[in-house]
């Protein structure tokens, strides 16, 4: 009866206030270090591992969140820090938000080749991942498409309604598309057929999507043919037994680097001077391999689990780092009045 | 709660004494929601009146109206605004239809099988939100099982209409509740009387019936408007390039970082919703009290053809609400969706944070807001409708509000408030599950609260009045009266606070942290990751959680006749 019940609820109430606070040692965490994350949580899983064994010192407590999710999380926290350091996550946006970190040189830093880090230590990379198209083979086929093996061919009249991009003002995957392509076609010089580029692929978009995985995942599903997206992602589809074809568009793939930063006021930094001291380990980095197209410890090749070439063998694009950094406010800005009604939010 | 141990004062007592502890009760519960409603609500608006510089992440603390002009200056963000009422109005019309029928037909109808059918109706309320749209997309995308298996057709059910269809299947229960406790509640001797004097069917049902229940449909009707104005699961899963506000929000926030944007964006979405519920309280205030302590009478036999309609047309609901949770299911056991239908257990396999842990923690935490979430509406509606204190319209406003707040919004207006170092309320709430306790229990206070009011009303003030004047005070008639007479709304209260929390994404998306990892907010997760048998296996976890929890609350109210939920 209800006096049963109203037993068993009281037993719950009593054990929950040991839940409630549960975990929530933060003055005594000597041991203890806060990650937030934007790798993916399977590869972290197998980094932390690793991790677990070579620092047994530490209390490694983590989260994953979406690129622009843990930017939020990041400036809605910037007052009272939860986290002690970032652990890749684009540096296209760290670099925007450097006053929320504090700059620190790892122990391995000067083994890292120049471009991989900030002068001043604000930001540390460790792999790069690139711009690809994740094509549904079976879809495809369906409608009698050929494969599309160039940017140039996705602005072909009969992929219309076919191609899935991520918005650049959200995505990382989004802007470094978007923004090698404008570099690609000379925005430097001056020239706006970069944008006009944009004009005829966006008569093809079915919809922008918020995170750079989506149109992968999307396009391996068969809802469209092709998912622009990156590389790691559409080679993990393919992985995962969808019918899908990993293209690196002939002309070039953009790219960008995922980065670790030490959050300024962090509650734990020593500990996390340590942890970011292995993240560019070299065992660290010999991991990170098994996932990743490129490593930035140099002497460390890619030796991907999944159906993914090393870096050597795609075309790049040419990017420049400090002009996208420098210029996304105006480019997002632009692309959004042009482009903007197409965009949703995933 | 704290007034609980009064025996002793049993002579003395005075109606005064009584009044202090109403003052008290209600005055904690209005404290309550005003640290963790209102305060962290009016950031938000002081907020999307500051100046921001988006370089700087930083508000500069000067007022400035440039986010509203800025925002009606931009077409885009205009439509949005436009194509969300279009689908909260579409969907309130067909919910509130669907729902009324098919609760006329569980309580005023001899059609057999109610219990189970009443049951089958809440399936949605066990899913994760966005289930829907993962299910509809799953039958009804450019490759659905049966969009492209089935008929290989090139239609879909992306945009607008697949939204309205999402937001339809999400809502319904929500507003079957409502519907289901009101014509329980109204006196439905009235309808007998109109056809004894001779009134048809359908005279008395669009004579009697509906406006006697016009407080249950208006009550429905802006909550569903709410839940589908203020949803952003299924419009970002299935809108495709379709905006509307709650996904224009996160899209601010989460993609772009803008929160002076996101902020404004969240006030313009409260508009509606909070004229909603004003409308729904004028209402309410018209209509007189039609509702009597001996409302439920048996019913009378129906008529076949009745019957037989009522019974076709909740078996259909319940049978379209089933397959959308069984597809699900499906889903989770087998290889790749479309592609490759071997069967296997690889999706349970998780690869999360917190692993299978994620369960647990999500079972705990959605047992403590059920218990205490049943606690405070109930005493909340006791405070409200039967003492009416002289707060007592300012409770009530406060305890509709958080329907009209979008879970988005007020766990980002929680992480803005909570995390500084406002009254050093940090240290033992953020991050931590108490945080999430009190958001999900404040997120939901209005549904607790409006069914806890109706069911109020549903006890007669003349129990209350005899009490009193056998001498038995506040305390003791609450405890001794109204509690068992409620026992009933108190149990589904109790079921609905534990399992929205079970289920919840959107307000609690913000708040977890390195110690607190959710299953519903792993669902998400794991479908971004493109893992959707795994998503799809947690959905099947978590629905089978709350399903055994279900199952051993039944055990125990099954032995009393008077305390099934229907009948």
């Not at chain 1, 047994?56 to 969140?65: A, H, S, T």
């Not at chain 2, 944070?353 to 005493?379: D, E, K, N, Q």
Request: proline residues 4%; hydrophobic residues 45%; glycine residues 8%.
């Amino acid at each position: 009866m209800y006096k049963k019940l109203f037993t068993v609820l009281l037993i719950t109430l009593l054990l929950s206030p040991a839940f409630l606070f549960a975990g929530g040692d933060k003055e005594g965490g000597s041991k203890e270090v806060v990650i937030y994350t934007a790798l993916e949580e399977d590869e972290t899983a197998d980094y932390l591992a690793l991790a677990e064994k070579e620092l047994p010192g530490l209390d490694i407590k983590w989260v994953r969140y979406s690129t622009g999710e843990l930017a939020a999380k990041l400036i809605a926290e910037k007052d009272n820090p939860q986290a002690d350091l970032v652990w890749g996550t684009a540096v296209t946006v760290l670099a925007n938000m450097k006053d929320l970190f504090e700059p620190y040189k790892a122990e391995g830093w000067n083994a890292l080749p120049s471009e991989f880090k900030d002068p001043d230590g604000y930001w540390t990379a460790i792999d790069m991942y690139v711009a690809a198209f994740c094509v549904n083979t079976d879809r495809l086929e369906k409608k009698g498409l050929p494969i599309p093996r160039s940017w140039e061919d996705l602005t072909k009249p009969e992929y219309a309604g076919e191609i899935i991009m991520p918005n650049p003002g959200s995505s990382g995957t989004g802007y470094l598309q978007v923004s090698s392509i404008l570099l690609w076609k000379g925005i430097k010089d001056g020239s706006e057929e970069g944008w006009e580029f944009l004009q005829r692929l966006h008569k093809n978009i079915v919809e922008y999507t918020n995170s750079g995985s989506a149109p992968a995942k999307i396009a391996s599903k068969g809802e469209v043919a092709i998912g622009a997206s990156f590389g790691y992602r559409a080679a993990k589809q393919l992985d995962s037994g969808y019918p899908v074809e990993v293209i690196f568009p002939s002309e070039g793939s953009g790219d960008e680097l995922e980065a670790n930063s030490l959050l300024k006021g962090a509650k734990n930094a020593e500990n996390a001077k340590k942890f970011l001291d292995w993240a560019i380990s070299k065992n660290a980095m010999e991991l990170y391999s098994r996932y990743k197209i490129m490593v930035t410890l140099p002497g460390v090749e890619s030796q991907s689990s999944i159906p993914l070439p090393p870096a050597s063998e795609v075309k790049l694009f040419d990017m420049d780092f400090d002009w996208t950094a420098a210029n996304k406010t105006a480019v997002v800005d632009k692309w959004t009045t042009l482009f903007q009604d197409k965009t949703i939010a995933k | 709660m704290s007034t609980t141990s009064t025996g002793s004062l049993k002579d003395k007592r005075t109606i005064i004494e009584d009044k202090y502890i109403v003052y008290i009760i209600g005055g904690l519960i209005g404290l309550f929601l005003i640290i963790f409603l209102a305060l962290p609500v009016l950031n938000i608006l002081r907020l999307s009146l500051t100046e921001y510089i988006p370089e700087q992440h930083q508000f500069t603390g000067k007022l400035s109206f440039s986010n509203f002009t800025g925002y009606f200056q931009k077409p885009a963000m205009v439509q949005a605004l436009l194509n969300s009422l279009w689908i909260a109005l579409w969907t309130t019309l067909f919910t509130t239809v669907l729902a009324f029928i098919f609760a006329y037909g569980l309580t005023r109808t001899t059609i057999r099988w109610k219990k189970s059918l009443y049951y089958l109706a809440m399936i949605p309320l066990i899913a994760p939100s966005m289930l829907q749209a993962m299910a509809l997309i799953s039958l009804f995308g450019s490759n659905g099982l049966i969009t492209a298996g089935l008929f290989n057709t090139d239609w879909n059910i992306y945009g607008p209409n697949g939204i309205i269809i999402a937001e339809v299947l999400y809502s319904f229960p929500h507003a079957m509740v409502i519907l289901y406790t009101t014509l329980s509640a109204v006196d439905s001797r009235m309808d007998e009387a109109a056809s004894s004097l001779g009134a048809s069917g359908l005279t008395s049902f669009f004579k009697i019936t509906i406006p006697t229940s016009r407080y249950g449909i208006f009550s429905a009707a802006a909550l569903v408007f709410n839940l589908a104005i203020t949803d952003f699961g299924n419009p970002i899963i299935i809108g495709r390039g379709y905006r509307v506000l709650s996904t224009e929000i996160y899209l601010q926030v989460i993609g772009m970082q803008r929160f002076d944007l996101g902020t404004t964006v969240a006030v313009i979405l409260m508009v509606p919703s909070v004229i909603a519920f004003l409308l729904n309280y004028y209402f309410t205030k018209k209509s007189a009290s039609l509702i009597s302590s001996l409302a439920n009478p048996e019913i009378p036999p129906s008529r076949k053809g009745k019957k037989i309609f009522f019974t076709a047309y909740s078996w259909t609901i319940a049978f379209i609400l089933l397959s959308i949770v069984g597809v699900i299911i499906y889903k989770s056991f087998v290889k790749v969706w479309m592609y490759n239908w071997t069967p296997t257990l690889a999706h349970f396999n998780f690869r999360i944070p917190g692993g299978m842990g994620v369960l647990w923690t999500s079972l705990w935490i959605s047992l403590t807001v059920g218990v205490f979430g049943a606690i405070f509406t109930m005493l909340n509606g006791y405070v409200i409708e039967k003492k009416n204190p002289f707060f007592a319209q300012p409770l009530y406003l406060l305890s509709i509000i958080p329907a009209a707040i979008p879970g988005l919004v007020m766990g980002l207006g929680y992480i803005l408030i909570y995390n500084t170092r406002f009254l050093n309320l940090d240290d033992i709430l953020y991050g931590m599950p108490l945080l999430i306790i009190i958001n999900v229990i404040v997120s939901n206070f209005t549904l607790g609260t409006l069914s806890s009011i109706t069911n109020m009303k549903n006890i007669d003030n003349s129990m209350d009045e005899a009490a009193t004047s056998l001498g038995a005070g506040v305390t003791k008639t609450f405890l001794q009266v109204i509690f068992p007479l409620s026992r009933v709304s108190f149990m589904s209260n109790l079921i609905y606070y534990f399992m929205r929390s079970m289920v919840t994404v959107s307000a609690v998306l913000f708040l977890i942290s390195p110690d607190v990892h959710l299953a519903a907010v792993s669902v998400i997760n794991l479908e971004k990751d493109g893992k959707d048998g795994s998503s799809a296996a947690m959905s099947t976890l978590i629905m089978l959680v709350v399903v055994v929890v279900l199952v051993i609350f039944g055990l125990f109210t099954r032995k009393k006749k008077d305390v099934v939920v229907v009948e």
